[in-house]
């Protein structure tokens, strides 16, 4: 992949995670206005998992495999988690 193209694909991931991000902040606060609507705090938890996978994407195409590595893992295990509770 040329560096042109990882830059932009750098850009959009960037965009991606900001946007969720802001919706992380938001949601909790929805939760606290809405108690009984619990599904709230467990869409941001599988939003946080997919934030994690989207930064171990990225730092894995800056080069740095290791903290990708970690944040892919983190991000998998946390939005499984997030999904079987908002299941269960």
């Given at each position: 992949m040329s560096t042109e193209a990882q830059s932009k694909l750098l850009v959009?991931?960037?965009?991606?995670?900001?946007?969720?991000a802001t919706s992380i902040l938001f949601l909790p606060v929805m939760?606290?206005?809405?108690?009984?609507?619990?599904s709230l705090?467990?869409?941001s938890l599988i939003?946080?998992?997919?934030l994690n996978m989207l930064a171990g994407l990225s730092n894995r195409i800056k080069g740095e495999n290791r903290s990708g590595l970690f944040f892919s893992?983190?991000?998998v295990v946390i939005l499984a988690?997030?999904?079987s509770l908002l299941l269960f």
């Open positions: 959009s991931l960037s965009i991606v995670q900001v946007v969720l939760y606290l206005m809405y108690p009984e609507q619990e705090l467990l869409g939003i946080f998992g997919a893992i983190a991000g988690t997030g999904a």
